[in-house]
């Protein structure tokens, strides 16, 4: 496994809508493990490919940074389905360091999805395991947190990321 450098904001390669998945062999595992290393040593508790210049619709989640194997989500390919509820907390971003601000997310998400295998995966995800799986697919289309904000927040945004260029 190796240690991925993080692609920070701007890096245009963070606004690309990433293609889906269609080849699952050795290389997509490979791929895979190293993305999980890479989020486990940030430490972070998701990471989109795009974070790591990878343009696929492929992403890991973690909301235990490395405690928990079960709490390992491999989601290649996926699409959030029907939401409900919504809710407001602090997310932060990999690519975006020392900036965080409250989003809104859904409280509930189904999601569709493929293993690095390919079998289908269907996940039924709340709270934060929905938070940090709605910011990675956001990352899939070449979304950022910062995208959400608005009023004062979204102000609050557009000075950290001048900073960050
Ligand atoms: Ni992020």
Not at 25 to 31: F, M, P
Request: glycine letters at 6%.
């Amino acid at each position: 496994m190796a240690v991925l450098p993080i692609r920070l904001y701007p890096d245009p390669v963070l606004r690309v809508r990433c293609p889906e998945v269609v080849e699952f062999d050795s290389e997509l595992a490979k791929l895979v493990d190293n993305m999980i290393e890479t989020m486990h040593v940030a430490p972070g508790i998701g990471l989109a490919a795009p974070q790591i210049g990878v343009e696929k619709r492929l992403a890991v989640v973690d909301l235990s940074a490395g405690d928990d194997p079960e709490q390992l989500w491999v989601l290649v390919n996926p699409h959030i389905g029907e939401t409900s509820g919504s809710w407001v907390e602090d997310e932060g971003c990999l690519s975006i360091p020392d900036f965080t601000e409250k989003v809104p997310r859904p409280h509930e998400i189904e999601v569709t999805a493929q293993s690095v295998t390919g079998e289908p995966l269907q996940v039924s995800a709340t709270g934060w395991l929905a938070r940090a799986i709605c910011h990675e697919v956001d990352h899939l289309e070449g979304v950022l947190f910062v995208d959400h904000l608005s009023g004062l927040r979204r102000e609050r945004a557009r000075r950290a990321l001048k900073r960050l260029r």
